[in-house]
């Protein structure tokens, strides 16, 4: 078992207005509202929380 950080950062970058690149074991994200990025932080922690329980 494992995190896919493309998949995890793609779906958190959505949240900021942006995109990313990468790999499953590795990838960056960005986007230009940086008034969510708290809620992107707070969704990749769920996402975490849910793959590891």
């Given at each position: 078992?494992?995190v896919n950080?493309?998949a995890?950062?793609?779906?958190m970058s ?8 990468g790999k499953?074991g ?5 986007g ?7 809620e992107?932080?707070?969704r ?8 590891i329980?």
């Amino acid at each position: 078992m494992g995190v896919n950080a493309g998949a995890m950062v793609r779906e958190m970058s959505k949240l900021v207005g942006g995109g990313e690149g990468g790999k499953p074991g590795i990838a960056q994200g960005g986007g230009t509202d940086v008034t969510k990025i708290e809620e992107a932080l707070e969704r990749g922690v769920e996402l975490i929380r849910t793959l590891i329980t």
